[in-house]
């Protein structure tokens, strides 16, 4: 069965990969790019761990045909350090002990990026509603909604 | 439509290890010429920490700053035996491993730093700071990069330690349940607030005050993490959690994380913990275990707390709307008690 | 929000220490937010085949035949692996302690004993192509009678779940259906307590949904081994195992894991590394066996139910003076960890109090569906749960006010616990009297004065008279756990002695004419 | 065998390739068909896609609106003119599911998913739909009715009246889980007014039936009166006349019965 030829940006950079029909762009990103920065949580949309930006909008990579972002901008995790430097919300997510397993923070924090980038000072209310599509089994939110509001405000005090 | 409040209690103890003991756990420690360490281990660190606090229980035995260790879980060919993370027995188990492997490793550490200062190593401190000097004379010194080199390239001293921790296996009597089931306890208590919707059954948490005794909180942010972690998991467990809705008929099991209920973040509520240190005389530095316990005194805690609400008892966990709704009509209606 | 209370028990406790204490950053941390951390599936191998398992659709089923050829041709398809592959296929997990016998196959041979049971594993090129494989594989079933409810499954003529314990019991001490505990005379303090009541218990089974599924990859390594990167939360439990299941050294393997996306217990069970394991030992190539989600939610085990029946005697001072409990664990069609749970549960009665006479019966009961495995707090949770509502009514029944309720019955030091040994370094007391404070909860000031250091001991350290019942056998050997170890495959344990006649489920009729109350709280009857 | 990917530019050869094939379906946002793939569902080998700039077209500025299938939950938050569509649009998914999901999907999404259907229901919806012999409009209650036979055709767009005003229509999930949880029912009600008295009152359920479905007995309660505590009451115990809904992960059927009334009570009435 012919592959198809795909090429887009990954993280600021021109790819082109051969994929299957029906490949998925987690598994394309995971797989066929090496970037193991989205992680398979169940591939049914419920857990968000697979989050990515496609063109600044923040999707599921796992319910996303990976020839669908052909000519577009995909970003993760990998890609949202300045350089050496983390990113603030990678800091804040850090100063909050905003993780335990680690599992779900890929997602997390492309989830955060997407609501800062639009919205640099969300309400709470708003920070949970931006984090709703995001499971975490481990840290009961709390930590992680501090952090996202502490990279908002700029500071890295606790909130 | 009303909305009632209710205040409930409970409090738990729980046993730290594995029960009956007989869980072993090993760890090696060992010192590169740098005079840094790495902890080999085959435990697992699945989000509590484990490679954390027993770095810093190896740095604080070692007497050298936590930059100093590295630790290594989890290789089957690197890694001693371990029985595995589970049953709160990680920071008690594998910290009183990494201990005893830590002290070994300090022994030989002493005596090296000893031969270089001429002096003797009883009389030997360390800094905490990656240096070692004589006792009551902090400019008769050396750094323990110094000694691991003096160690490796002219004493011929691995500085390295092996370290066990078991607690030997109990009898079960069959007839009475004599047994000796753990060596140390940790306690909480919590108290739970909820509201009530008495013509949904819908109960929403309003707040948590708790207190845990947890022996030491060896790292306080990661006993943070666990407490805070796992009394929502508690709430989960109380008003959500079911792979099988109608227990025990199996019908209806859920298959995604839309129909496998768990709170979201808007439905967490304020938690104000206190943390209460009883050493365990066995515990590394007297730590118990907070891993586990600490979801359970919030199940009965919610329960209480809708009785106190309502009247209505749900013995019967999850404590759905529906179970609610049902006991609420059964009784003809609420009946709020007395306000906590 | 934490605070440490640095103040209470600062006599027993030396702060003097440079890094213990501290709040310091996550080892692992950096490499958590940057994504980097290296859980078992970000190991990415040239030419990985991809496994997965058909299960069964029937809770209880004989299976007549199991047809895999066209499967076996169909394309991408590598290996059909098949219950007469592995060579050895019963096992139990507990079996490296010695506790227990091997009652569960990795592929089901003649019969299958829950819903979605493994019957045969695909090992294909592609996910997809196993997936279609798998709807190639023709099973024939003879539906059998299941039961779901352990107190069904313990009456007389219920179907039997698994063939090595037909009683759908697990045997305790190679005779006994349960694990007792006995302190005291339960009964006589509940005849001549001023209040009983009696009340049932409901724990659901709970999934434990760690974000990261159940999963392993391995793949021949040089020199004839194998690596092995698992998501397992015991690693070496899952090594002996896999030794155990496919008969070779231990050392055959390399396995890596340590870093694990959340466990609570449902990493425990070496559920997928067999399997895939001998995947990639009959293809020689790397085979990747992953959970979906759904997989994980429903055939994954969960934390065990478990029904509670706590019956208590408690005088008008609000002293409990008699505590009665029957627990049974719903282990599923296996034994897992569930025998070893109701163990625990035995210790844990009648939970932090001092009660002068405890009686238990914790049993572990097979029924037909997934089975259950630890979580955290396993043994002790739905207990708990049980104990504390429990605890509540009596504070009810009695007119006191709950935490001061279980200030008066808590556990203090010196106190004899009824599994027998001393209650020392307890801090119950103390707990409830700073949560009291935490919650701006009242409390009297001589509840406020009592510790958990003081007033225990003396005629509460006593081990009270306690019958001997008259089922009891005169032998009683210890408890069959010793070693870390696998016994040859030929030593295969003889039958076990009938196990004792189960208890009548039921709680029996009330007997004296103290003031009781139905198991409905709060109905009032003379 | 691997899965065959189609692109069409006009939506009449993809409708025409998903009529021809019954393996074929369509794929929207993803949700429900990149999910079906993930999890081994092998009934399907060709995803059918269009790039027919139509089917993501919003048409809100007239008093019919039109949106095109392909049209995402994120859009309608986007559009100041469908703020009335924004409390629907809102209770699907997360963020991500609402950058993907879409209005075509959601008619096709079973229980306990399709909010946002049981909205479009309430307003009377149209559904355009382009079959292997040509397109036709379907009233969305007939086409929900004969759901389970709409794989094989595409569907274009759906249009519906806007409301006379913000007032008129009210929409509430109810859900477990906050902010985005499964539902236990749905409701949505358009309460035209002519004077004070209601006039084709519309009032639509999600959970109470295999596919959401108009509440007959609460819209004749509501009809010609005026939106008071007599109307309101009528109406909420009338409100699980003609439902049948099921037990799921969720709720069971008797929950659902008990608390459909209480509900829609607190919707009409404004109650949080």
């Known amino acids: 069965m012919a592959k198809t030829a795909l090429q887009f940006q990954h993280n600021g950079r021109d790819v082109a990969i051969f994929v299957d029909g029906g490949t998925n762009l987690l598994v394309a990103l995971r797989e066929l790019i090496g970037d193991m920065t989205p992680k398979f949580g169940c591939g049914q949309g419920g857990c968000g761990t697979c989050s990515v930006l496609i063109d600044g909008e923040l999707h599921l990579s796992c319910l996303t045909l990976a020839e669908m972002v052909a000519g577009r901008s995909v970003e993760t995790l990998d890609g949202i350090k300045d350089g050496p430097n983390l990113h603030p919300l990678q800091r804040a997510f850090a100063d909050n002990f905003a993780a335990q397993c680690g599992y779900c923070t890929p997602g997390m924090l492309m989830a955060a990026k997407a609501l800062l980038d639009r919205n640099p000072q969300p309400s709470r209310a708003e920070v949970v509603e931006a984090i709703s599509g995001n499971i975490c089994r481990c840290t009961g939110y709390e930590p992680i909604i501090n952090a996202v509001l502490a990279a908002a405000s700029g500071g890295r005090a606790r909130a | ?340 | 929000m934490l605070e440490l209370r640095k103040d209470l028990f600062a006599d027993e406790r030396d702060d003097n220490l440079k890094e213990i204490g501290k709040g310091t950053q996550r080892q692992d941390m950096l490499g958590h937010v940057t994504g980097t951390s290296p859980y078992f599936d970000d190991h990415k191998l040239q030419g990985m085949l991809h496994l997965k398992v058909v299960r069964s659709a029937h809770s209880h089923a004989r299976l007549r035949r199991i047809d895999t050829s066209e499967a076996e041709r169909s394309q991408g398809v590598r290996r059909v692996i098949r219950a007469t592959d592995v060579p050895r296929n019963l096992n139990t997990l507990l079996s490296l302690i010695n506790f227990g016998k091997d009652d569960e196959p990795s592929l089901a041979v003649d019969k299958v004993r829950y819903k979605g049971e493994p019957i045969v594993a695909i090992v294909a090129d592609s996910p997809r192509e196993a997936f279609e494989a798998i709807a190639k594989v023709k099973i024939d079933y003879e539906p059998l009678p299941a039961v779901f409810d352990v107190e069904e499954a313990l009456k007389p003529g219920a179907p039997v779940v698994n063939e090595v314990y037909p009683k759908n019991t697990f045997t305790y001490h190679e005779t006994y259906d349960r694990q007792q505990l006995r302190f005291g005379d339960a009964d006589r303090a509940l005849a001549t307590a001023d209040h009983v009541l009696e009340q049932r218990y409901q724990m659901s089974p709970i999934e434990h949904a760690p974000t990261e599924t159940n999963g392993s990859i391995a793949a021949p390594d040089t020199n004839g081994r194998y690596i092995v990167y698992t998501s397992t939360q015991a690693l070496f439990f899952s090594v002996d195992t896999c030794a155990k299941i496919l008969d070779v050294p231990s050392n055959t393997f390399h396995f890596i894991g340590g870093t694990v996306g959340g466990g609570f217990g449902g990493k425990v069970d070496t559920l997928t590394e067999p399997l895939c394991i001998l995947g990639a030992m009959l293809t020689g190539r790397p085979v990747r066996y992953v959970f979906g989600r759904e997989e994980e939610m429903q055939y994954g085990p969960p934390r065990g139910a478990e029904r509670i029946y706590i019956k208590d005697g408690v005088m008008r001072d609000g002293r409990v003076v008699a505590r009665k409990v029957r627990a049974y664990f719903d282990s599923g069609a296996y034994t897992r960890l569930s025998s070893y749970a109701a163990v625990k549960c035995a210790a844990h009665l009648p939970g932090p109090y001092t009660i002068p006479n405890v009686h238990g019966d914790v049993y572990c009961v097979f029924t037909n569906r997934t089975p259950a495995t630890a979580m955290r707090g396993f043994g002790v949770t739905a207990m708990d749960f049980a104990i504390e509502c429990q605890m509540d009514k009596l504070a009810h029944l009695v007119g006191m006010d709950p935490m001061e309720f279980r200030i008066l019955n808590a556990y203090r030091d010196g106190d004899m616990k009824a599994h027998r040994r001393e209650a020392k370094n307890t801090a119950l007391i103390e707990c409830v009297q700073v949560a009291a404070e935490k919650a701006k909860w009242p409390l009297r000031e001589e509840f406020k004065r009592m510790s958990s250091r003081k007033d225990g001991g003396g005629i509460r350290a006593a081990v009270p008279s306690t019958p001997r019942e008259s089922h009891a056998p005169p032998v009683t050997p210890s408890q069959p756990r010793t070693t870390y170890d696998r016994a040859p495959a030929a030593s295969r344990e003889p039958p076990p002695p009938p196990p004792a006649p189960p208890s009548p489920p039921r709680p029996s009729a009330p007997s004296h004419g103290a003031t009781r109350f139905s198991s409905v709280f709060g109905t009032r009857r003379r | ?272």
Not at chain 2, 222 to 244: F, I, R
Not at chain 2, 277 to 283: L, W
Not at chain 2, 303 to 323: H, S
Request: hydrophobic letters at 40%; aromatic letters at 4%.
């Open chain 2, 1 to 340: 439509m009303t909305r009632h409040r209710g205040r409930g209690i409970a409090s738990v103890n729980y046993p730290i290890g594995m029960n009956l003991g007989g869980d072993p756990s090993q760890a090696l420690v060992h010192s590169n010429p740098s005079g840094k360490f790495t902890v080999a281990l085959s435990s697992i660190d699945l989000g509590q920490g484990m490679k954390s606090v027993t770095r810093q229980i190896c740095a604080e035995t070692l007497g050298v700053p936590v930059e100093d260790v590295y630790v290594d879980t989890a290789d089957s060919d690197t890694g001693p035996h371990c029985m595995g993370s589970f049953a709160s027995r990680g920071t008690h188990r594998v910290g009183n491993a990494v201990m005893a492997a830590a002290r070994e490793a300090r022994g030989v550490m002493m005596e090296a730093a000893a031969e270089e200062l001429e002096v003797n190593a009883a009389d030997l401190e360390t800094d905490g700071r990656g240096n070692i000097h004589v006792k009551g004379a902090p400019h008769r010194s050396i750094s323990t990069k110094d000694v691991a080199i003096a160690a490796q390239f002219k004493q011929g001293k691995t500085i390295s330690g092996r370290g066990i921790f078991l607690v030997p296996l109990s009898d079960v009597d069959p007839e009475t349940g004599e047994m000796s089931p753990a060596t140390c306890y940790a306690h909480a208590c919590l108290v739970a607030e909820v509201e009530v919707d008495d013509e949904t059954g819908e109960v929403d948490m309003v707040r948590m005050d708790s207190a845990y005794e947890l022996g030491r909180a060896l790292n306080p942010r990661l006993v943070e993490q666990q407490l805070v972690g796992g009394a929502w998991m508690g709430v989960s467990h109380a008003l959500y959690e079911t792979p099988e809705p109608y227990y025990p008929e199996p019908v209806h099991g859920p298959r995604d994380f839309v129909e496998y209920l768990m709170p979201g973040p808007g439905d967490i509520c304020p938690h104000d913990i206190a943390v209460l240190e009883r050493p365990a005389p066995d515990g590394p530095f007297g730590a118990k275990g907070p891993g586990e316990m600490c979801a359970n005194p919030v199940l009965p805690a919610v329960a209480n707390a809708i009785f106190n609400a309502v009247g209505v008892r749900i013995d019967d966990l999850p404590i759905t709307p529906e179970k609610v709704l049902r006991a609420i009509k059964a009784q003809g209606g609420a009946r709020p008690q007395p306000r906590r």
């Open chain 4, 1 to 272: 065998m691997p899965v065959t990917v189609k692109t069409f530019t006009s939506t009449h050869d993809a409708a025409a390739a998903l009529s021809s094939d019954h393996s074929a379906r369509y794929l929207g946002g993803g949700t429900l068909v990149m999910r079906a793939l993930n999890e081994g569902d092998i009934s399907i080998s060709t995803v059918v896609r269009a790039s027919d700039q139509a089917m993501t077209r919003v048409d809100a500025s007239g008093s019919r609106i039109t949106l095109g299938a392909g049209v995402t939950f994120a859009r309608i938050l986007a559009e100041r003119d469908l703020a009335f569509l924004h409390a629907p649009a809102r209770s699907i998914g997360g963020p991500a599911v609402r950058n993907m999901g879409t209005v075509g999907g959601n008619l096709f999404a079973p229980v306990p998913y399709g909010d946002f259907t049981v909205a479009m229901l309430a307003l009377d919806a149209v559904v355009s739909v382009q079959g292997g012999l040509g397109g036709r409009e379907i009233a969305l209650e007939e086409f929900l009715q004969s759901r389970d036979r709409q794989a094989g055709t595409l569907v274009l767009a759906i249009s519906f009246a806007k409301p006379g005003s913000a007032d008129a229509f009210r929409y509430r999930k109810i859900a477990r889980i906050k902010p985005k949880g499964g539902a236990v029912i749905t409701l949505a009600a358009h309460l035209p007014v002519n004077g004070s008295r209601i006039v084709g009152a519309r009032v639509a359920l999600g959970s109470m039936a295999p596919t959401p479905i108009r509440a007959r007995a609460a819209e004749r309660a509501l009809e010609g009166r005026a939106l008071d505590a007599s109307a309101i009451n009528s109406a909420a115990s009338a409100a699980v006349e003609g439902t049948s809904p099921g037990d799921n992960a969720l709720a069971s059927a008797w929950y659902r019965r008990e608390i459909v009334g209480v509900h829609l009570r607190r919707l009409l009435s404004g109650q949080e």
